[in-house]
């Protein structure tokens, strides 16, 4: 009998995957389950492609591009970090991947063996676990509590590290839970994981989605933690990209090295129409960065008031584009809450056990969708709550 590999069949199941099916295909639904924005990529980028493909003798956008990414791009993005996260860096320390997604699972591969721990805080984005169990390495849990609004607490990352951890997971701002971590908490866990001789995994994927002037800190552009932090970043989010899947690492030469050997059997290289059409989001006005951002934040507040009122308690986030409401007062369980706001009033959420078994007892709203759509799906849930 031909099989699925033992390691794939023992991956948990997300209903992530089904959830996104059935708001696709039923017409009623309202989705507040995507990560994505609903925003179209911002024209001066779209509007340089017919140019790209009139020129495509001269940047060969139908050829494979170096596999670690198109050079200029790596120059781009190392005057960005250095303008933006005050990381000084150069293109040989910079890996461009299909979406931060791949970068992040190229760092894993690179950096876990067997057995390697990794300190992983939760509720935290999905698909840090799959990739670490993939790797038969072990999450080493850190809780995050509504009480701290989900921010990590160091001395719980003392007090369960071990020495056999090899990375710790930072993701700010958060998804699911919008948090920022603070510079003073960034400088405690850079202290922990040089006393541990540990690699710190920088998720940066919202960083310029951020309100109320709170302040994206990159922990790589800390003293002394060059040579043991990877910094991920994405045109995904902020420049509305999720389709042209461009992302990147950055990091000590010697690990980019690696990833890009191991990525290279993986996906070859990224897209190279997408890499030119990163080059151009780097070189765009930050007015059309700032206009979504501004509508997000409108989104937010306006989510947030609705689900406290109707008794979905719910911090106002501090970044991302999500809500992260306490459903315990109607349910204690994530998943069937989820499925009976699906079939009852027709929106998608995502359960909160999705970002780890930590999220029970909560649910995701994305806010990356119109206002007029959040104002019905409210209204709707708190009809049938
Ligand atoms: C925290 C976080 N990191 C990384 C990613 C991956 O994004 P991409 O591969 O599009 O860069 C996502 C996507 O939702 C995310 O939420």
Known sequence: MLKISKRERSMPVGVIGKLLKIAAEEPKVISLSAGEPDFITPSPILNKIPNLIKNRKKNRITKYTNVQGLLELREAITKKLKQDNKINTNPDEIYVGTGSEAAIFGAFLSTLDPKSEVILPVPGYMSYEPAIRLLNAKPNY???????????????????????????????????????????????????????????FSDEAYEKIIYDGNKHISIGSFNGMKKRVLTFQTFSKAYAMCGFRVGYVQGPKKIIKAITDSMTYVNIAGP?????????????????????????????????????????????????????????????????????????????????TEFGKAGEGYIRFSYATNKSSIKKAMNRIEKIL
């Open 272 to 352: 190279t129409l997408s890499q030119h059409l990163a080059i151009e989001a780097l070189k765009m006005r930050k007015w059309h960065v700032n206009r979504m951002i501004k509508k997000y934040d409108k989104r937010r507040k306006y989510i947030v008031k609705r689900l406290n009122e109707m008794g979905l308690r719910t911090q106002m986030p501090q970044g991302a584009f999500y809500a992260f409401s306490n459903i315990q007062d109607y349910s204690k369980d994530s998943s069937k809450f989820a499925n009976k706001l699906l079939k009852k009033a027709k929106v998608a959420v995502v359960p909160g």
């Open 142 to 200: 850190i809780k995050l509590k509504e009480k701290d609004n989900f921010q990590i607490n160091p001395d719980e990352i003392k007090k369960k590290i071990t020495k056999k951890n090899k990375v710790i997971i930072l993701n700010t701002p958060s998804n699911p839970t919008g948090t920022v971590i603070s510079k003073k908490i960034l400088e405690e866990i850079a202290d922990i994981a040089v006393d541990n001789d540990s690699y710190i």
